[in-house]
């Protein structure tokens, strides 16, 4: 079982950055794969990125090239660097854990991962 608590959220204008972090509290990160998620209001909740425990980065095409997710296995702790961002990046972001490796084709799926963070709250004003 992991505990995972997001931070960075905030308040930015078009075209800034934000890096989200996520901490993990659990004695075998290194064995979770790792994702963040996010949801507008009236939205359902959609994949942005993931990192497989074993090989493997996933993106969302929306956010290729601006998002970077990366892990430090040593500080339990995974994180979004989002650069240039637009407002339709608004929403919550939550960070995901599964105990397991994960695919391409369920790296971006909400289903594919058990464990959830409460969220940090991103917006973007035009």
């Known amino acids: 079982q992991v505990q995972l608590v997001e931070s960075g959220g905030g308040s930015v204008q078009a075209g800034g950055s934000l890096r989200l972090s996520c901490a993990a509290y659990t004695s075998t990160y290194i064995t979770y794969s790792m994702g963040w998620f996010r949801q507008a209001p009236g939205n359902e909740r959609e994949g942005v990125a993931g990192i497989s425990s074993t090989v493997g980065i996933f993106y969302a095409d929306a956010v290729k090239g601006r998002f970077t997710i990366s892990r430090d296995n040593a500080k339990n702790t995974l994180y979004l660097q989002m650069n240039s961002l637009k407002p339709e990046d608004t929403g919550m972001y939550y960070c995901?854990?599964?105990?397991?490796?994960?695919?391409?084709?369920?790296?971006?799926?909400?289903?594919?991962?058990?464990?959830w963070g409460q969220g940090t709250q991103v917006t973007v004003s035009s």
């Open positions: 995901a854990a599964i105990f397991a490796g994960l695919v391409s084709s369920r790296g971006l799926l909400p289903s594919a991962y058990k464990y």
